[in-house]
């Protein structure tokens, strides 16, 4: 087991975590789902263990004394880390004057301060693996609808902590970003929460790709952050959103 290339995925028991974990899975890496729902991380592990070796771990990376723990016991099972993915993340979107602080700072400590520990305690295991980070941020970092400023905040730091991590940890570790814009997750949330995609005609219309994204387009794009053949990327930010924020719109 300690040959294969380990990677550490927070939020991997749903969505487009799930699809990464999958995805690295199949390119022979050992995947750690680490997940605050238990029910969706072991649900995950289950369903992903005849593709590779999985290892659901209950985590919320908002507290550090549970990444110190969940990187641990990664390493002690399986000797190495040599790639982080940040993809844990959540959001309350409220009117301003609404906002709980708690809720503010909730979104944040997970989104944000939550990438920041996992890139902390992770780090000395990835600069001895020559390893990699990638963020998954958001479209929200330079975009936005009303009501979401907790979370556009923190995917617009997640944007900004990529670039210093990627100075502050090279060259032995590059640290690298991919910010999704629409995605349908219908079909990969935990079981009894698995919905059937409602998407029409206009959805798909105005993306100049002509469809809405699929987690598996997130996760081909991290597979290849992760790869030898992005070797000299680092601190970069690839918008991954079918053309959406390239388009312009007149009323």
Same mark, same amino acid.
């Given at each position: 087991?300690?040959?294969? +290339?380990? /990677?550490?995925?927070?939020?991997?028991?749903?969505?487009?975590?799930?699809?990464?974990?999958? +995805?690295?899975?199949?390119?022979?890496?050992?995947? $750690?789902?680490?997940? %605050?729902?238990?029910?969706?991380?072991?649900?995950?592990?289950?369903?992903? *263990? #005849?593709?590779?070796? $999985? +290892?659901?771990?209950?985590?919320?990376?908002?507290?550090?004394?549970?990444?110190?723990?969940?990187?641990?016991?990664? $390493?002690?099972?399986?000797?190495?880390?040599? =790639?982080?993915?940040?993809?844990?993340?959540? @959001?309350?979107?409220?009117?301003?004057?609404?906002?709980?602080?708690?809720?503010?700072?909730?979104?944040?400590?997970?989104?944000?301060?939550? #990438?920041?520990?996992?890139? +902390?305690?992770?780090?000395?295991?990835?600069?001895? #693996? !020559?390893?990699?980070?990638?963020?998954?941020? @958001?479209?929200?970092?330079?975009?936005?609808? =009303?009501?979401?400023?907790?979370?556009?905040?923190?995917?617009?730091?997640?944007?900004?902590?990529?670039?210093?991590?990627?100075? @502050?940890?090279?060259?032995?570790?590059?640290?690298?970003?991919?910010?999704?814009?629409?995605?349908?997750?219908?079909?990969?949330? *935990?079981?009894?929460?698995? *919905?059937?995609?409602?998407?029409?005609? /206009?959805?798909?219309?105005? !993306?100049?790709?002509?469809?809405?994204?699929?987690?598996?387009? %997130?996760?081909?794009? %991290?597979?290849?952050?992760?790869?030898?053949?992005?070797?000299? %990327?680092?601190?970069?930010?690839?918008?991954?959103?079918?053309?959406?924020?390239?388009?312009?719109?007149?009323?």
């Amino acid at each position: 087991m300690a040959a294969r +290339r380990v /990677a550490f995925i927070t939020g991997g028991g749903q969505g487009i975590g799930k699809a990464i974990a999958q +995805r690295l899975l199949r390119d022979g890496w050992a995947a $750690v789902i680490a997940e %605050v729902d238990e029910e969706a991380g072991r649900q995950t592990e289950a369903e992903l *263990k #005849a593709l590779g070796p $999985v +290892r659901f771990q209950h985590v919320d990376v908002a507290v550090e004394s549970q990444v110190r723990s969940a990187i641990g016991g990664t $390493v002690a099972e399986f000797a190495r880390i040599d =790639a982080l993915v940040n993809n844990a993340g959540i @959001s309350r979107n409220v009117p301003l004057a609404d906002l709980a602080l708690e809720d503010w700072q909730r979104v944040l400590g997970v989104n944000l301060t939550g #990438a920041m520990l996992c890139a +902390r305690h992770a780090a000395p295991h990835l600069r001895a #693996a !020559h390893g990699t980070i990638v963020n998954i941020a @958001s479209t929200r970092a330079y975009m936005s609808e =009303a009501n979401t400023e907790a979370y556009s905040a923190s995917k617009g730091g997640l944007v900004a902590l990529t670039h210093a991590l990627a100075v @502050s940890l090279g060259p032995e570790v590059r640290v690298n970003c991919v910010s999704p814009g629409w995605i349908d997750v219908s079909a990969w949330r *935990k079981r009894g929460a698995v *919905k059937q995609a409602t998407l029409s005609a /206009a959805d798909h219309s105005q !993306h100049p790709v002509g469809r809405v994204g699929r987690p598996e387009d %997130v996760a081909a794009c %991290v597979a290849y952050l992760l790869s030898e053949e992005a070797g000299f %990327v680092t601190g970069a930010n690839l918008t991954l959103d079918g053309g959406m924020t390239r388009k312009m719109i007149y009323v």
